[in-house]
């Protein structure tokens, strides 16, 4: 009898996640399993019958390496919820049944906390049922928000982009000889991470950006003004870096302050960015040039510049779950430990799933600088190793290359 | 007696315009030229003495291969515009009398079509003083809306980021299984160039963008609903590129048509750009899920993503541009002609700054579709070598290398 595999993906797409995708697959292969399948459009493909085998895919090195730099989910994600309740087992019978129709054994599926969540319910049901099939989550989030491990695959390529793009867009606010306000505004609606990760824009060409602004503190109009003032006397040109979820004292998000109750002329309701709210808010009340720049989705998506020690990782990260799946371990997401040393090493193991599933990590006070507008030099010493060397895909005719189930 | 010269930078900032100092720089050492100038902020570096000796910032072969790579303009920019009148001469004797007083026999300038303009009345003093002083104009802009050459430096890498950044955005849109129209703002608010080089992103794994709309060709919102709806049929995630400044037949932006009359909750005038306007627009209209994306200042400013073919090109108009000089030529612009060959090739030569100066150049009707919705192979045809080939700055701890004269 055939010993065979599944993989899926699934929560939001990041330009890490099918490095990860490479490694469950290349594993499994070392391993000896016969076939491995992947679900399209994570849990959703096996029960819309929506599946594919990687290995009619997966032919060559060259495929394996444009997939590690493919960007967005190569088998497409979902954001489907399982049933709370086994009692009602229609949607688990169907999977179940055709997992062992198709003689699989191990289950991997990549993703955030959600897709935790179904590892969770899918190993539990198999448990009670006394399936002998495994189920491992392995993490994927550009937002560096899951609880346990050290970080998230994904966020150390995001962390580049960002801060690299912040050091580009300081660069570009310089050449005139004038004041200027420019704010960055970072994905994170709840954990401020990716914005904290443009501090590593600094360098020896580099002070901006000069104030940050994470979720995890209140925001106040009132002391963003005075630090842009205080900034001005040394800086003409001022690099703002924003999280999208700042939000007042009062719970209000910033980026609902400026479009409650405004339609345009076709009566659409009119909705704002936080940049946009800022951009502003700071033309209005310091008179000068401003201008809001939403990084928006390439900060996930942008596998043109990728983070070697990232796509690395994120490649181990599959093949950690594929060891552990094969040594019966069931329930499990991998995780990263960074060993206490004087260079960077990640070590990996398996925590059980519970730990991991809907816990929600944000950046702890002591990455945050006193005043609030800033990070730590803890925060620099924790985040520099994850944006460590480059990785570029293949390029043709000018354009990466990427590997795809379809044209789009 | 020693010949020296100067350079200075103008108009807005590209990814390319340090490419073309290099080889401004570097031609004019091989001449033998002794010192060679910036004045820093374009002509108001003469104005108000902000001047560098580039001999003593380029002293290596690193360094000028890190200027290359590094976006903005190294020695800053300026919109100052020469007064008309030279029978107020005071500003003009301050010019000269400055390079006289250095031994400033030749000027180059490198810049858009209002810095042609400075090249045009410098040279023309010049030759009614009688002044033994050339002056060269380089163009650059991304916008490629200069006349008479072939394309203008810095335009090609502003294409190949705007293609990637597409394709890599139409990635990102394509992961779940439902409907959505994306809008993606791309620069350019007369000429269609950088909106119509987003075609560059089609190839074998991606046929988006799915929709294009430019400046030349007046924006109905109907037509585009209806078009947005016909691709709809084939596909479920719909690319649409728009020019930031396309305009209704009756004259008004369409990012102006939403913020006229509409404020904040601070009282403030609230701005919206041209997707936003359109996302909220298909919203309403289609109900589908909607995103607005800008790529904003990164389109101009990511030296991490360079054309190969742009950055040579870049480099080879300011060699150029010292060739010119040397031979006794002032008051001309370097151009680039394609020559009529299967394979691309460009060759230089100089035109007068009056055939350069103050003209614009649209998208011809026969590189835009019969539907006006899209662009013509004609165009690709057209765009593609430009974007051909890759140079990557250098790393240093994890983020791109930039020369700076100072720290942002």
Redesign the interface.
């Known amino acids: 009898m055939p010993v065979n595999a599944i993989v899926g993906q699934s929560g939001g797409?990041t330009a890490a996640i099918n490095a990860t995708l490479a490694g469950v697959f290349t594993e499994l292969k070392k391993a000896g399993i016969d076939t491995v399948y992947g679900t399209v459009?994570g849990i959703?493909g096996i029960l819309k019958n929506k599946i594919v085998i990687l290995d009619e895919i997966l032919t060559t090195d060259e495929k394996i390496q444009a997939l590690q730099t493919?960007?967005?989910?190569f088998l497409?994600?979902?954001?489907y919820k399982l049933p709370k309740d086994f009692s009602d087992p229609s949607v688990y019978e169907q999977i179940f049944s055709f997992l062992k129709a198709h003689d699989i054994r191990y289950f991997f599926y990549i993703g955030g906390n959600d897709s935790m969540d179904t590892v969770a319910k899918l190993s539990e049901y198999a448990r009670q049922k006394n399936y002998d099939i495994y189920v491992i989550g392995v993490p994927k989030t550009i937002d560096n928000d899951l609880a346990i491990t050290d970080h998230t695959p994904g966020f150390g390529s995001a962390a580049?982009y960002i801060?690299?793009?912040v050091?580009?867009?300081?660069?570009?606010?310089?050449?005139?000889?004038l004041k200027s306000v420019t704010i960055v505004e970072i994905m994170g609606r709840h954990a401020g991470w990716l914005t904290a990760a443009s501090a590593?824009?600094r360098?020896?060409?580099?002070?901006?950006p000069h104030l940050i602004y994470l979720p995890e503190i209140p925001f106040s109009y009132e002391r963003f003004v005075a630090d842009v003032k205080r900034v001005q006397e040394d800086?003409s040109?001022v690099?703002v870096c924003v999280s999208e979820g700042i939000k007042e004292e009062n719970g209000t998000f910033v980026c609902e302050?400026?479009?409650?109750g405004?339609?345009?002329?076709?009566g659409?309701?009119?909705?704002?960015g936080t940049a946009?709210?800022l951009?502003?808010?700071v033309?209005?009340t310091l008179g000068c040039k401003a201008?809001g720049?939403?990084l928006?989705?390439?900060q996930?998506?942008?596998?043109?510049?990728l983070?070697k020690t990232d796509i690395e990782e994120s490649c181990a990260f599959g093949q950690e779950a594929v060891k552990a799946a094969l040594r019966g371990e069931t329930g499990k997401m991998i995780i990263g430990t960074r060993t206490a040393s004087s260079s960077y090493k990640l070590t990996f193991s398996s925590t059980d799933i519970q730990n991991a599933a809907n816990a929600e990590k944000t950046v702890p006070l002591e990455f945050i600088s006193p005043e609030r507008n800033d990070v730590t030099g803890a925060f620099i010493a924790y985040a520099?190793p994850l944006?460590?060397?480059?990785i570029?895909p293949p390029?043709?005719?000018?354009?990466?290359?990427?590997?795809?189930l379809k044209?789009?």
């Open positions: 797409p459009n959703e493919t960007p967005a989910s497409g994600s979902c954001r580049k801060a690299t793009s050091k580009e867009i300081a660069r570009d606010s310089d050449v005139y000889d590593l824009a360098c020896e060409d580099s002070i901006a800086h040109n690099i302050s400026a479009s409650s405004l339609t345009d002329v076709f659409h309701k009119c909705l704002s946009k709210v951009e502003n808010y033309r209005s201008r720049i939403e928006n989705v390439l996930r998506a942008a596998g043109h510049l983070s520099t944006i460590q060397g480059e570029f390029y043709e005719n000018g354009l990466p290359v990427h590997l795809v044209q789009v």
